[in-house]
């Protein structure tokens, strides 16, 4: 399975960046995409996912309200809109997909906001 994720880069504190990710060559059908943040010292951590047969979502508390993940299964690419965007976003962000037998690993993007 691969995964391309686009649209990292450099904001202002309270600016907005939308990031993409696209699954490929997938041989069972993807039933859950997420993504992943790292930030420098600290272990990843969840953001936000997204099923695939209702489309329920789930946030971590840091970004509820300012993030939203959608799907389009139609394409298999997975979005992640960021608003009012903080520093503390700052990290290396990962996109995942999970089927029924394993779960993959974007190459990850970086987002930097600054203060």
């Not at 209702?54 to 993940?69: C, E, L, P, Q």
């Not at 959608?70 to 690419?77: G, H, I, L």
Request: proline share 3%; with cysteine.
């Amino acid at each position: 399975v691969q995964l391309v994720e686009s649209g990292g880069g450099l904001v202002q504190a309270g600016g907005s960046l939308r990031l993409s990710c696209e699954a490929s060559g997938s041989p069972f059908p993807i039933n859950a995409m997420g993504w992943y943040r790292q930030a420098p010292g600290k272990q990843r951590e969840l953001v936000a996912t997204i099923k695939s047969g209702n489309s329920s979502t789930h946030y971590a508390d840091s970004v509820k309200g300012r993030f939203t993940i959608s799907r389009d299964n139609a394409k298999n690419t997975m979005y992640l809109q960021m608003n009012s965007l903080k520093p503390e976003d700052t990290a290396v962000y990962y996109c995942m997909a999970k089927h029924q037998w394993g779960g993959y690993w974007g190459q990850g993007t970086q987002i930097t906001v600054s203060s």
